[in-house]
């Protein structure tokens, strides 16, 4: 399907006289895919003088029912022969260090892979199932994980899938990595320490790319999903179990689970659903994470103890939206705070703010009182439950701007068993994996 593909790209290039060049890149050109995927990631390469608008045009017409995504810049996407297709343009550059967008690395990954890979496929594809097994693959912005050219790096690298986990179990915090390249004969001289870049500092995880070398390959990698992999791999060379690679699926939980469920913790669950924006998920999830973020901490800021969150983007299509529905949970450990509560003041020696404080509390519950050295007053809350809270504050919250448009055009709060209102599946087994949340660590 693919060389079908890149002769229909060619012929209709040639026709055009459009000086471009088809490239398979991606796990498909480099024997490395698993089973069960089907994406073809296929580039379309410009001289680098060159518009890319001719490139996506040949893109669009090899594919007549396509999608138009946008990363950097405009690309193709389109279903052909029961195959995910992207079709990418691109800039084919000299050198990998003189990119014009990102994707211009990819055919530089590519041929770097493929030259050397040969004898370890098998070993790349152990690892990536590995890694999807426990969640820790993709490196998209939701998931966070190891991408594919990263797992491939790492089998290169430690010369095994074994050899990976075996290294990983020694891996710290700031890890630095560094591919040794074959094809130097003779030691290379130049220290990792000597360039160290800037944006590194706060990476977990830095493994220089080897085709331009002032960039992480594990830049999208979280610490906690490094970790994860980390003492999986420790799980899986302790005791070999194929639950790692092919964990058993998720149930969507029935009703009564549910409620079960719900019944042994007796937490406070509050949930606020609305409908997902119409942006890609590399753009909705981090707004999800941000707006997870302020939320807890305004339910911090006012009493409500968060024991855990989570945020999820389900695409059932809902009565006014087509893009599906944003969902985010928050775990609470109480339905109710008191209607007093404390309020603490300035210190016994600053007469002045003493003053501006007593002023402002003038009729407290109790006190003013001195403890710890300082004033203190006990005044009436303004919100004790959390839906008061949130329908009155959240809208002042930084949220990210379409998650921000989205909640301020309207939202549903449900608590509590009220979550059993929700039957699409999608969300009956995000509950699922929310309570049954569980890891292999050792
Ligand atoms: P893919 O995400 O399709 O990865 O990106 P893959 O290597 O083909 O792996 P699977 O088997 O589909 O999961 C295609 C190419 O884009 C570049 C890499 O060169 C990759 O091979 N890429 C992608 C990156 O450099 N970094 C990324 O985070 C993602
Ligand atoms: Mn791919």
Redesign the pocket.
Known sequence: VAIRILENIEKLARSRAVPCKALL???AARD???AG?H?L?IFIGMPEDNDLGAALDLAREIAPHHEEKYAEHAYVHANIEGFEVDLVPCYLVKDASRIVSAVD??PF??RYVSQRIPGLEGDVLLL?QFMKGIGVYG?ELRIGGF???LSELLVLCYGSFVGVLNAAGKWRPGEMIEVPDQSHHEPQNTSIAGRVQEAWHNDPLVVIDPVDPKRNVAA?LTLDKMFQFVAASRCFLRQHSDKLFFPPKIAPLKDEELLDLMDCRRSALVLIEFDAPPVVEDILFPQLRKAEQSIRGLLERNGFGVLRSDVAWHKVTSDVGDDGLARMLFELEVWELSQVKKHIGPPGWEAQHIDRFLSRHAKPLSGPYIQGGKVVVEIPRKYTNPRSLLISEMDQLSLGKHVKQQLHDGYKIYEGNELIQIEDMEFRRFMTAYFRKHMYIC
């Open positions: 890149v991606g796990s490395t895919w698993l995927d994406d990631d690395r990819t990954h590519t990536k490196s991408s594919g050219y999208a």
